[in-house]
């Protein structure tokens, strides 16, 4: 580690009482990506951190992962329809939308593993997209937790601490907490889904400056000064384009590190989710790693059981037919994996994240899954 980044690194353990400690973390914690040295580093901060909460392990693994994410994060961006940006509508699967589910928009909530960390440019959204010739916005966001998650769709309220928003048009820092009174990843890793916000009926950007680690918000255009109360919304762009005809997917809990005594407290914000779009179609995607989560199968016995025909546990598929749908011989190694209850290595990249064919099985599996429900065609 150079002794630049130690000396920041000391400086965050140093001050883990200061008000503003959560933003010199995050500082720390993408200079430390940058500087090869994420994993050990990383530990010893959140190991300091005892009242906020942190992106647990899936996510944050290593220096490796971080920059596979930088690249899928470009790519994801693509799927995800923003008028906002002028690259909307990028990806060929929505520009079709000519086939017999042309209309139809399936709307998917997730983190990494949505977000396609791994896959090359290949996610389970696209796939679907692809598969059924229909809309299909991702928005998935590395490393967060399911009320971060569920903060930039809606079904966790963040809120906006006391703050002036200028008449003109400039940066004002902004202080963020979730409807729990807490701290939590949004804007760290992405911001699928939030751009255009609207803050007390002032539309703008919300947005992260990494290089001090505070958020900030950017109105559109120059306007009368707005000054915040406590607890003041913020309504994301995905929060005013939910449609009551959308197929929800939500693929969230891999970053909660969740056991069957404590996945009760994943399925509560899952509902609220679920309420907050108002949609009858929808399915809840379960655990995959058992590398990660050793008890990945057991929760998700608790998860079918919640929400029965709603619930699609693509760790079976990938266990019992992934590699044969791939046409991938599988290796001895291969064999070893799944009598063991994970998840074959031809089909990962690390313990957590897939390739482009884990992806694909995924997708493969989420259109079947729809079309025996009968929302999709």
């Known amino acids: 580690m150079s002794g630049n980044?130690?000396?920041?690194?000391?400086?965050?353990?140093?001050?883990?009482?200061?008000?503003?400690?959560?933003?010199?973390?995050?500082?720390?914690?993408?200079?430390?990506?940058?500087?090869?040295?994420?994993?050990?580093?990383?530990?010893?901060?959140?190991?300091?951190?005892?009242?906020?909460?942190?992106?647990?392990?899936?996510?944050m693994q290593t220096a490796e992962d971080a920059a596979v994410q930088e690249q899928s994060t470009e790519e994801s961006v693509e799927i995800v329809v923003d008028p906002t940006t002028e690259e909307e509508a990028t990806d060929p699967a929505e520009q079709k939308n000519t086939g017999s589910n042309a209309g139809t928009r399936v709307v998917v909530w997730g983190d990494s593993l949505t977000e396609g960390t791994g896959g090359e440019g290949v996610t389970y959204p696209n796939v679907l997209a692809k598969l059924a010739g229909c809309e299909v916005k991702n928005y998935g966001v590395y490393a967060e937790e399911t009320t971060c998650i569920a903060g930039r769709q809606g079904g966790m309220p963040e809120n906006v601490h006391p703050v002036t928003i200028p008449a003109q048009v400039t940066d004002v820092d902004v202080e963020i907490e979730n409807g729990d009174g807490g701290w939590d990843m949004i804007l760290v890793f992405g911001d699928a889904g939030i751009n255009p916000c609207t803050i007390a009926g002032v539309e703008g950007k919300l947005w992260m400056d990494f290089t001090t680690g505070q958020r900030k918000?950017?109105?559109?255009?120059?306007?009368?000064?707005?000054?915040?109360?406590?607890?003041?919304?913020?309504?994301?762009?995905?929060?005013?384009?939910?449609?009551?005809?959308?197929?929800?997917?939500?693929?969230?809990?891999?970053?909660d590190d969740p056991t069957p005594e404590t996945v009760q407290s994943v399925i509560d914000v899952q509902r609220d989710?679920?309420?907050?779009?108002?949609?009858?179609?929808?399915?809840?995607?379960?655990?995959?790693?058992?590398?990660?989560?050793?008890?990945?199968?057991?929760?998700?016995?608790?998860?079918?059981?919640?929400?029965?025909?709603?619930?699609?546990?693509?760790?079976?598929?990938?266990?019992?037919?992934?590699?044969?749908?791939?046409?991938?011989?599988?290796?001895?190694?291969?064999?070893?994996?799944?009598?063991?209850?994970?998840?074959?290595?031809?089909?990962?990249?690390?313990?957590?994240?897939?390739?482009?064919?884990?992806?694909?099985?995924i997708g493969e599996a989420l259109y079947q899954k729809m079309q025996e429900m009968n929302y999709l065609k």
């Open 273 to 361: 989710m679920l309420a907050y779009a108002g949609v009858d179609r929808y399915v809840i995607i379960g655990l995959t790693s058992k590398r990660k989560m050793p008890m990945a199968a057991e929760v998700n016995e608790v998860l079918a059981k919640e929400y029965g025909e709603h619930f699609l546990d693509v760790r079976k598929d990938l266990l019992e037919h992934g590699l044969q749908d791939s046409g991938i011989d599988a290796t001895a190694e291969d064999l070893a994996d799944i009598a063991d209850g994970y998840i074959p290595r031809s089909l990962l990249t690390d313990e957590s994240h897939g390739n482009a064919a884990y992806y694909t099985v």
């Open 217 to 255: 918000f950017t109105r559109s255009k120059a306007g009368e000064e707005v000054v915040l109360t406590e607890g003041t919304p913020i309504e994301t762009f995905a929060m005013k384009d939910k449609r009551p005809d959308d197929i929800l997917v939500i693929f969230t809990g891999s970053n």
């Open 5 to 59: 980044i130690r000396e920041k690194v000391n400086l965050v353990l140093q001050n883990k009482r200061s008000g503003r400690m959560k933003y010199i973390c995050i500082l720390a914690c993408f200079l430390l990506m940058l500087s090869g040295c994420y994993q050990k580093a990383s530990e010893d901060i959140v190991e300091s951190i005892s009242a906020e909460p942190a992106a647990k392990t899936e996510d």
